[in-house]
């Protein structure tokens, strides 16, 4: 049974930190492309973060040069540690997990950042 379970959301003022850990279980993460995404309330799903298996990284340009993806291979884990936090950074947080050879995609349940002004 595949399950990615975040944490570390949370209410935080504007200019302040979090850090979101996605914890896998039931799937190869050392092959799997992590991603971090989010969706602001009334708003679709955006990309956020992404990291492949052998550690390139990407992001959306609202958050570059303030947010940072990493993977923990050993511990199943991926994070989004996100500095000078904004009010439109405000959304649910979701893991993903994209295994590329089998085209298959999981989600965790989500994680809600509240930024206030």
């Known amino acids: 049974q595949v399950q990615l379970v975040e944490s570390g959301g949370g209410l935080v003022q504007a200019g302040g930190s979090l850090r979101l850990s996605c914890a896998a279980s039931g799937i190869r993460f050392s092959i799997s492309t992590m991603g971090w995404y989010r969706q602001p309330p009334g708003k679709q799903r955006e990309l956020v973060a992404a990291i492949t298996s052998g550690g390139s990284t990407n992001y959306a340009d609202s958050v570059k040069g303030r947010f940072t993806i990493s993977r923990d291979n050993a511990k199943n884990t991926v994070y989004l540690q996100m500095s000078s936090l904004k009010p439109e950074d405000t959304a649910v947080y979701y893991c993903?997990?994209?295994?590329?050879?089998?085209?298959?995609?999981?989600w965790g349940q989500g994680t809600q950042v509240t930024v206030s002004s």
């Open positions: 993903n997990a994209f295994i590329t050879s089998f085209r298959l995609s999981y």
